[in-house]
């Protein structure tokens, strides 16, 4: 079987809040307390929630599929660029999770290029996304693509005030 991407429509609603719940436990659960992973996902990361982004005209959600089968997914965001980037247009990889067992299959390479390349043909100068500072897998994985930190900003996990850098990659070099 080959990976591939599809565009996500208002039908996969379901699905990508489902994965999106899915993929931030599995990645996110091991590293945080209890309470605090149970209040975000129970308050701020709701199914509902979830589930109206994927209508909003400011995403775009990619499908990367193995066969049938979802082995994971990408937001892309084009509003709330950090005031520190300035006018600069530009993209943001809101989220990008691989199923836990398609890990190191490629499916984030995809993922990525496929990112880059709708970042080219909306002609963005520069993508962005926050990484939480302790999640040194994607720190690696970004810095590889070439993202350099360029600052930081809170995120609220439950009670838990988290740092997270700030990465960026210019689109046209």
């Known amino acids: 079987m080959e990976l591939w991407i599809r565009y996500g429509t208002i039908e996969d609603a ?26 975000f996902l129970g308050q701020q990361f709701t199914k509902g929630k979830l589930m109206l982004e994927v209508g909003s005209p400011e995403n775009t959600f990619l499908l990367a599929m193995y066969g049938n089968d979802v082995a994971g997914y990408v937001k892309l965001r084009e509003s709330r660029a950090p005031r520190s980037l300035g006018n600069m247009p530009s993209l943001e990889i809101a989220r990008l999770y691989a199923m836990k067992p398609m890990i190191g299959k490629g499916v984030g390479q995809l993922m990525m290029q496929k990112s880059l390349d709708i970042a080219r043909e909306r002609n963005k100068e520069v993508v962005w996304l926050g990484v939480w500072e302790k999640n040194q897998r994607a720190i690696d994985f970004y810095t590889k693509w070439g993202f350099q930190k360029f600052d930081e900003t809170d995120f609220l996990l439950g009670n838990d005030w988290q740092l997270d850098w700030l990465m960026k990659k210019n689109v046209w070099w």
């Open 14 to 39: 379901a699905l990508i809040a489902d994965i999106s719940h899915q993929t931030f436990y599995e990645t996110f659960a091991a590293s945080n307390k209890k309470e605090d992973m149970e209040k």
